[in-house]
């Protein structure tokens, strides 16, 4: 079953622009599918899967003429998983300046590697988009209010990779899979990461800290690291789409907390199978922590599917008052608190020295006026 992403319309307003694109996303959530689709009804179109040493040995030698006969007379050029070429960036440099009539799109499964094998090649030469799995609003789409209304329970604790979602009975096994011979193995590759034991443990004390603010030295203490470490593990987990940090927003005042953040996970699905707990969300003991995560991560999906030219923070100050998100965009302030129940909640006093435009509560009634309405 094919289920459309938000993005590829996205993807599709800037082919044949005489830019390469590139495809982020972790592993497993349908870059390869997505790309497919894209050439699916297109005769001149061609696909190489470079995690195959077949394709991958194709792009050398890397002369003109060489290209010429890999590419042929295709409009559309896939390179898949395009991080495992050698010298990648050398190779899209000179399709792009080369075949400035052909739109060569590359894919791959961590900005970190494949950022840092194209860098100042492509300066100018690229549009960047990225996949997560499934967000809600897509399933929404596809499914309609009241279908995905009853996938709910199953989301907020089991996620949206979409082979997950797809094979909802097999979920469980299938995302521990996932996160011990994909995620967790990418990370211990591209990383160079030799103690996975550390990574794991990371990750775990994030998974139970979901909606708290994360103190560095606070981990490292706990997991007996040093502070350098824990952030660039933190970094690596990020450039490989498995969390996010959200940083707090402050206007200098001095009772505000300034280099603070939160650490969200992407997928839902992802956290409780680091933690590896699948109990129902209706009985779970953290079901304000993986709300808060699911509403923040829909926001972020959102504002990356349509390239959305909004920043978004979490507000704290050193009286503890707190706003769980805060959206900003052409210097217009809205302001959200994410409750389970409809409580009715006073804007904190510390805060109306902004003026947002807005102050409104995120529950568990009117979500989908935000996550989905925002998306359309």
Same mark, same amino acid.
């Given at each position: 079953m094919?289920?459309?992403?938000?993005v590829?319309?996205?993807?599709?307003?800037?082919?044949?622009?005489?830019?390469?694109?590139?495809?982020?996303?972790a592993?497993?959530?349908?870059?390869?599918?997505?790309?497919?689709?894209? #050439?699916?009804? %297109? +005769?001149?179109? *061609?696909?190489?899967? &470079?995690?195959? !040493?077949? @394709?991958?040995? =194709?792009?050398?030698?890397?002369?003109?003429?060489?290209?010429q006969?890999? #590419?042929k007379? %295709? +409009?559309?050029? *896939?390179?898949?998983? &395009?991080?495992? !070429?050698? @010298?990648?960036? =050398?190779?899209?440099?000179?399709?792009v300046?080369?075949?400035?009539?052909?739109?060569?799109?590359?894919?791959g499964?961590?900005?970190?590697?494949?950022?840092?094998?194209?860098?100042?090649? =492509?300066?100018?030469?690229?549009?960047?988009?990225?996949?997560?799995?499934?967000?809600?609003?897509?399933?929404?789409?596809?499914?309609?209010?009241?279908?995905?209304?009853?996938?709910?329970?199953?989301?907020?604790?089991?996620?949206?990779?979409p082979?997950?979602?797809?094979?909802?009975?097999?979920?469980e096994?299938?995302?521990?899979?996932?996160?011990?011979?994909?995620?967790?193995?990418?990370?211990?590759?591209?990383?160079?990461?030799?103690r996975?034991?550390?990574?794991?443990?990371?990750l775990?004390?994030?998974?139970?800290?979901?909606?708290?603010?994360?103190?560095?030295?606070?981990?490292?203490?706990?997991?007996?690291?040093?502070?350098?470490?824990?952030?660039?593990?933190?970094?690596?987990?990020?450039?490989?789409?498995?969390?996010?940090?959200?940083?707090?927003?402050?206007?200098?005042?001095?009772n505000?907390?300034?280099?603070?953040?939160?650490?969200?996970?992407?997928?839902?699905?992802?956290?409780?199978?680091?933690?590896?707990?699948?109990?129902?969300?209706?009985?779970?003991?953290?079901?304000?922590?993986i709300?808060?995560?699911?509403?923040?991560?829909?926001?972020?999906?959102?504002?990356?599917?349509?390239?959305?030219?909004?920043?978004?923070?979490?507000?704290?100050?050193?009286?503890?008052?707190?706003?769980?998100?805060?959206?900003?965009?052409?210097?217009?302030?809205?302001?959200?608190?994410?409750?389970?129940?409809?409580?009715?909640?006073?804007?904190?006093?510390?805060?109306?020295?902004?003026?947002?435009?807005s102050?409104?509560t995120?529950?568990?009634?009117?979500?989908?006026?935000?996550?989905?309405?925002?998306?359309?």
């Amino acid at each position: 079953m094919f289920i459309h992403r938000i993005v590829e319309s996205q993807i599709k307003r800037y082919f044949f622009k005489r830019r390469a694109i590139i495809l982020y996303g972790a592993r497993q959530t349908g870059k390869t599918t997505l790309v497919k689709h894209l #050439i699916k009804n %297109n +005769e001149k179109s *061609i696909y190489f899967n &470079a995690d195959l !040493i077949v @394709d991958r040995e =194709l792009w050398h030698p890397k002369s003109v003429n060489y290209l010429q006969t890999i #590419i042929k007379e %295709n +409009e559309l050029v *896939i390179i898949d998983e &395009a991080q495992n !070429i050698k @010298d990648i960036g =050398l190779v899209l440099k000179i399709l792009v300046d080369n075949f400035p009539d052909k739109q060569i799109i590359a894919t791959g499964s961590s900005s970190f590697d494949l950022i840092n094998k194209t860098g100042e090649s =492509l300066t100018g030469r690229k549009w960047v988009f990225n996949l997560y799995p499934f967000s809600y609003t897509e399933i929404y789409n596809e499914f309609g209010v009241y279908k995905t209304r009853n996938f709910l329970d199953f989301i907020l604790v089991y996620g949206m990779y979409p082979e997950a979602f797809l094979n909802m009975e097999d979920a469980e096994d299938i995302l521990f899979d996932l996160v011990n011979s994909y995620l967790l193995k990418d990370i211990l590759i591209w990383g160079r990461i030799r103690r996975s034991d550390k990574l794991m443990n990371l990750l775990r004390l994030l998974a139970y800290q979901t909606g708290n603010v994360v103190s560095y030295n606070k981990l490292a203490n706990e997991l007996d690291m040093d502070i350098v470490t824990v952030k660039n593990y933190i970094d690596l987990l990020e450039k490989c789409f498995i969390v996010f940090r959200l940083p707090t927003y402050s206007g200098n005042l001095s009772n505000e907390l300034k280099k603070s953040r939160k650490i969200y996970f992407w997928d839902l699905g992802i956290r409780n199978a680091v933690i590896e707990d699948f109990t129902p969300f209706e009985i779970r003991q953290d079901k304000g922590q993986i709300w808060e995560n699911f509403i923040v991560s829909e926001f972020m999906k959102n504002n990356s599917n349509l390239k959305a030219a909004k920043r978004l923070y979490f507000w704290r100050n050193k009286d503890k008052s707190e706003i769980d998100l805060v959206e900003l965009k052409n210097n217009e302030i809205k302001a959200f608190e994410i409750k389970l129940k409809k409580d009715k909640i006073r804007i904190p006093a510390g805060f109306k020295r902004y003026k947002p435009k807005s102050f409104e509560t995120i529950n568990f009634s009117n979500f989908e006026e935000y996550l989905v309405n925002n998306a359309m």
